[in-house]
């Protein structure tokens, strides 16, 4: 279902105008035609971190598939273009489409590092400058919440729940649904995003807010007041009656005192338990945890118990949620013990509070804000440039060497030690063969152009060899791929960095580049 939403997303004139004037430059030349070839990378890791995923690549595929100007389209740009753009211009528009494109990538969900080439766009240089703008957005941000998602599951552990509820947070609905799509690829299980649920087939979950808790007064407003045991075989029981039984032997193990209890809390605990007993995960925290609402879902919770059912457990939302889980844990522990209810040792206690990486704690995590906005970082920085025309190299040489683009057609194969972790990814000339097992290999390591560096692989792996994957299938192969990098590589704070380098024809290509390029 997914996949048609792409081309209603990505239109083709969603671009910047430049992107056209310069095709109308190119046309105006006799130069449209001509075979061009573009890189697609970043230039620095995000979050400070070692490393980065690579996501995007099945929507851009889907993009080029669906690129094609209406009527309607092609009216509009006659209508925003220098007036003396000649007319058969938008006639060779109307006429484009990516039929004449190929894209090469690294695969979806990979782990990948800055200065790596991600992708090659190839194609008549008029078309697959028009590309830019749009592939560029498709790859940017889904890498990013794809990554942050990452770092969340690593800081979080293999077997904590991760929920993503970003949407109402979110730069838009395409934003959140962005958002929900590649945190689900990055490593959350869960989403509260009930449009990504059915279009990509990621688990929703979710059960209450405040409002829903805080519409009540009292228990005369629960309705219906009786429950049936799970499998049935009684008559429905007083439900209030039962829990207000609960609620005085629960306040006596706590040393609670009833008069700090909120009614209207549990009048809505109740009314919900009751219309969902096998799913009662309450937010307990409108009023106050340790007086109100940790009694008030062990109350109810016990009822469940008595009747058959399983409650699920509680979410927070506010305050210190450290201290809380363990004191809500606690809680859970003494009414294991004291009422021999072994359900409440498998109760679960969800986090939702502005969660960061740092912040992560004990608890099964829902994160919104941190998680769908990046708000360490806002952008991943990918850029797209030129590196061949008509079959010869093209360069950017910058003031700013980090600026400056490495020339040709290239091919990328990572390097991994006798222990499996990759130790180093190598960029050379596609035309070149490539690197092999056990076999020395002189390189040059980025930023470092004049020293070289001679190690021996005990195995290669080319980076742009396997075919596009389902969501599941890229979602496991995330997973896969951040286990076999070395720990000192994926740590959250100041990991260590990973080399990327050239090959010796790779660098001797873009000398004699840069040499004609300023002479």
């Given amino acids: 279902v997914g996949e048609l939403q792409v081309p209603e997303r990505v239109p083709p004139l969603l671009t910047d105008l430049y992107q056209f004037t310069m095709a109308y430059a190119y046309w105006r030349a006799g130069r449209h035609d001509e075979h061009a070839v573009f890189d697609l990378f970043f230039r620095d890791n995000p979050f400070g971190g070692g490393f980065s995923l690579f996501a995007g690549v099945h929507d851009c595929l889907l993009f080029l598939r669906s690129f094609r100007f209406a009527d309607e389209d092609v009216e509009f740009l006659r209508s925003v273009m220098p007036p003396d753009t000649d007319p058969a211009f938008f006639q060779f528009l109307r006429c484009l489409d990516c039929s004449g494109v190929t894209l090469h990538s690294v695969p979806e969900g990979t782990v990948v590092f800055a200065r790596v080439p991600l992708m090659e766009v190839a194609g008549p240089l008029a078309v697959v400058q028009l590309l830019e703008t749009s592939l560029l957005c498709l790859v940017n941000y889904a890498s990013l919440v794809c990554t942050n998602a990452a770092r969340f599951r690593l800081a979080a552990g293999p077997k904590r729940k991760l929920l993503e509820m970003g949407l109402r947070r979110a730069q838009g609905p395409d934003g959140g649904l962005t958002a929900s799509r590649y945190t689900h690829i990055g490593g959350f299980d869960l989403t509260s995003n009930v449009q990504a649920g059915f279009l990509f087939g990621i688990p929703v979950a979710g059960t209450m807010a405040h409002s829903y808790v805080t519409s009540f007064t009292s228990l005369e407003e629960v309705w219906p007041q009786t429950l049936s045991a799970v499998n049935g075989e009684h008559n429905p029981v007083?439900?209030?009656?039962?829990?207000?039984?609960?609620?005085?032997?629960?306040?006596?193990?706590?040393?609670?005192?009833?008069?700090?209890?909120?009614?209207?809390?549990?009048?809505?605990?109740?009314?919900?338990?009751?219309?969902?007993?096998?799913?009662?995960?309450?937010?307990?925290?409108?009023?106050?945890?340790?007086?109100?609402?940790?009694?008030?879902?062990?109350?109810?919770?016990?009822?469940?118990?008595?009747?058959?059912?399983?409650?699920?457990?509680?979410?927070?939302?506010?305050?210190?949620?450290?201290?809380?889980?363990?004191?809500?844990?606690?809680?859970?522990?003494?009414?294991?013990?004291?009422?021999?209810?072994?359900?409440?040792?498998?109760?679960?206690?969800?986090?939702?509070?502005?969660?960061?990486?740092?912040?992560?704690?004990?608890?099964?995590?829902?994160?919104?804000?941190?998680?769908v906005t990046c708000t360490k970082q806002p952008s991943l920085g990918c850029v797209y440039k030129l590196v061949e025309v008509r079959g010869r190299p093209r360069m950017k040489v910058s003031e700013d060497p980090e600026k400056s683009t490495v020339p040709g057609r290239k091919a990328v194969y990572r390097l991994i030690d006798p222990e499996g972790h990759p130790f180093l990814d190598v960029v050379c000339l596609a035309v070149e063969s490539p690197p092999e097992a056990g076999l020395p290999l002189s390189c040059y390591p980025l930023g470092c152009n004049h020293t070289a560096l001679s190690v021996t692989p005990a195995r290669v792996t080319c980076l742009r060899q396997e075919p596009l994957c389902s969501t599941a299938e890229t979602r496991a192969k995330v997973q896969r791929s951040l286990q076999t990098l070395h720990p000192r590589h994926k740590r959250l704070q100041k990991p260590d960095s990973y080399t990327v380098s050239l090959s010796v024809q790779a660098v001797l290509n873009a000398r004699v580049q840069t040499n004609l390029v300023l002479h």
Avoid: M
């Fill in 238 to 371: 007083d439900i209030i009656s039962l829990t207000k039984g609960w609620l005085s032997r629960v306040c006596d193990l706590l040393g609670a005192e009833p008069g700090k209890i909120h009614e209207g809390e549990l009048a809505a605990f109740l009314s919900y338990a009751i219309a969902y007993p096998q799913n009662f995960l309450p937010v307990i925290d409108s009023y106050s945890v340790g007086c109100s609402g940790i009694l008030n879902f062990c109350a109810v919770a016990l009822v469940l118990c008595e009747l058959g059912y399983r409650p699920v457990g509680v979410r927070l939302d506010s305050g210190d949620l450290c201290k809380q889980s363990l004191d809500v844990h606690r809680v859970f522990r003494l009414c294991s013990e004291q009422f021999s209810i072994p359900a409440f040792d498998s109760l679960i206690i969800v986090g939702t509070n502005n969660i960061s990486e740092e912040s992560l704690a004990e608890v099964n995590i829902g994160v919104g804000t941190h998680l």
